[in-house]
């Protein structure tokens, strides 16, 4: 049984119909990515998983649990961690504060857990009381991938890790999200740099309007015509 | 025109004191505006009740002038508890019952939802104690409420009075800020707090209820009106269904100036609007001899409305882009 099993998913923005029926499995330890452009649903539907959206039909499954409709905040005490589009870091708290407040479901936070995302951050480590909104993107980045890690999730949702940062800074976070699933922790990735997103994970599915049009391995999914053109920018 | 230094300090006095029981209040207004981004325009009124509260339980007592000085400490205190619970507990039900239902509404809407709790909330003071300016039953003495600390006290030969209801404000109100600046600076739930006025949705994210966290910031800024609210009473010597209206603009202006949002910029502007208040009730008389406390409005929205032009994000109020 996969751990997140989601099924004829239909999520509405009032009366835009933005998923149509998306159905996708991620099993434990996989890194799965979800690709496409702007606009096509994937933020919808990590928002969907974790609860910030419901779900007009269809069910999601974790962990043999049904999820659909469940509010963010029990979503989140059940494993699932999200580094939200955008970051959504809080930029009035410290490095620390935020970190904290990853946190937050956790009875009690270990020291263990701060110093694992240092060693994976060590430039957090040299912002720890600095405002958090006054750090530049790349790093704001590395402290909404740190907060998520804080909770210890089972599932980790990354929603565009990579946009806005410079090249380097992509293969850095690219590289740091492929220690993350080393150390035990499952992944779905969502992604418009289809390349490097492929160049991880271990299935992709492609999805367009709101609607999953592809499901392959990642090797797979880079060597397909469709993909290569849309997505690879290639001719 | 000599500069009276003794009746500047003696309104400055009274401006601290004065400006400490709208710094309270203000939080209140600054605490739900952080938060949820609404006036919560029935504040001032769930300060008049807080102070109704007091004033029928400490009717319940006989106090008379054998009355033990450890009886009226207890009972005073007692009020004093029994205000802000009642205030606190108020402003919770206010939020469950209307505000969190309108969530996700129009703007407008919990606005104008506030505006007339505020109405139903003053037919509800008139309905408990009548329409007319009430004096509180008399807990502290008068020959104790007119002692001058400074003469009695300290032996000092000044005619610059301070009296004990003044350092009684100060003894509740310094302790209450202390405690709020630690309760949201350093419990888990305080920080809840913070993360939830940034980001609502990151802070579900993280597994903060947003609901339960909003609903503690309105049992904090009604507790803080209750203590308010009971020691106004005894300051001003009053008890009115319209005590709020008055104590609540003003409050409501301070969290303004202060830059709403920022608590310490409550307490900042609170303090600024208490002075102001003073010095037009009584020291600008003695050079301006037509100024009168009718004149205070104008001073104290005067200061805002200059505040305004200058720095429109209030004293305190910083723009942090929320959104990068």
Redesign the interface.
């Known amino acids: 049984m996969p751990m997140l099993e989601i099924r004829d998913l239909n999520t509405f923005y009032g009366h835009i119909h933005a998923l149509k029926g998306i159905s996708l499995d991620v099993d434990q330890g996989e890194i799965v990515t979800l690709i496409g452009s702007n606009g096509a649903g994937k933020s919808t539907t990590l928002k969907t998983i974790s609860g910030l959206l419901s779900p007009r039909s269809g069910t999601i499954v974790l962990d043999g649990k049904q999820i659909g409709g469940v509010p963010a905040f029990k979503v989140a005490g059940m494993g699932v961690a999200q580094s939200p589009e955008g970051r959504r870091i809080f930029p009035r708290m410290t490095v620390l504060e935020n970190l904290e407040m990853g946190a937050f479901v956790r009875d009690r936070p270990e020291p263990g857990d701060l110093e694992r995302v240092f060693t994976l951050f060590p430039r957090l480590k040299e912002r720890i009381g600095q405002k958090a909104g006054t750090m530049s993107g790349g790093e704001q980045q590395m402290l909404a991938i740190g907060r998520a890690l804080m909770a210890r999730p089972t599932l980790l949702l990354l929603d565009e890790p990579s946009m806005g940062l410079s090249p380097i800074l992509v293969e850095t976070i690219f590289g740091i999200i492929r220690d993350i699933n080393a150390q035990g922790t499952t992944v779905l990735l969502v992604e418009q740099n289809a390349l490097m997103a492929l160049a991880i994970a271990n299935r992709g599915y492609v999805i367009q309007t709101g609607r999953i049009v592809l499901a392959d391995d990642a090797q797979a999914l880079m060597q397909n015509d469709m993909v290569r053109k849309a997505y690879l920018g290639e001719e | 025109m000599e500069f009276n230094a003794n009746l500047f300090v003696q309104f400055l006095i009274n401006g601290v004191t004065n400006g400490m029981l709208i710094a309270l209040v203000a939080l209140g207004y600054t605490l739900v505006y952080g938060i949820v981004e609404l006036i919560n325009f029935a504040h001032g009124e769930v300060f008049m009740m807080g102070a109704l509260f007091a004033f029928t339980i400490i009717g319940m007592f006989t106090i008379g002038p054998d009355t033990p000085w450890f009886a009226i400490v207890a009972i005073s205190l007692l009020a004093l508890a029994a205000a802000m619970l009642f205030s606190g507990a108020l402003n919770w039900a206010i939020d469950r019952v209307v505000y969190r239902r309108l969530r996700n509404a129009p703007r407008l809407a919990p606005l104008i939802a506030a505006i007339g709790l505020s109405f139903i909330l003053q037919g509800i003071g008139i309905y408990w104690i009548g329409s007319n300016n009430l004096r509180p039953p008399n807990l502290i003495a008068n020959n104790i409420r007119s002692i001058n600390l400074l003469n009695e006290w300290f032996g000092l030969d000044t005619r610059i009075r301070l009296r004990p209801l003044d350092l009684i404000v100060v003894g509740i109100t310094i302790p209450l800020l202390v405690w709020l600046s630690w309760f949201v600076g350093r419990t888990?739930t305080g920080?809840?707090m913070?993360?939830t006025a940034?980001?609502r949705?990151?802070?579900?994210?993280?597994?903060?209820?947003?609901n339960r966290t909003i609903a503690i910031a309105f049992l904090l800024g009604g507790l803080l009106a209750g203590a308010a609210a009971m020691v106004t009473m005894y300051y001003t010597n009053t008890a009115s269904f319209r005590m709020g209206f008055r104590y609540g603009l003003f409050a409501f202006t301070a969290a303004v100036l202060g830059g709403i949002g920022n608590l310490t910029g409550a307490v900042v502007g609170g303090l600024l609007i208490g002075i102001v208040w003073q010095m037009s009730d009584g020291f600008v008389q003695a050079y301006i001899p037509w100024w009168g406390a009718q004149w205070t409005p104008v001073a104290i929205f005067g200061v805002l409305v200059l505040v305004m032009v200058f720095k429109p994000g209030g004293l305190l109020g910083?723009f942090?882009?929320?959104?990068?």
């Not at chain 2, 949705?201 to 947003?210: K, S």
């Open positions: 888990k920080k809840a913070r993360a940034q980001d949705e990151a802070a579900a994210l993280m597994g903060i209820d947003v910083e942090t882009p929320d959104k990068v």
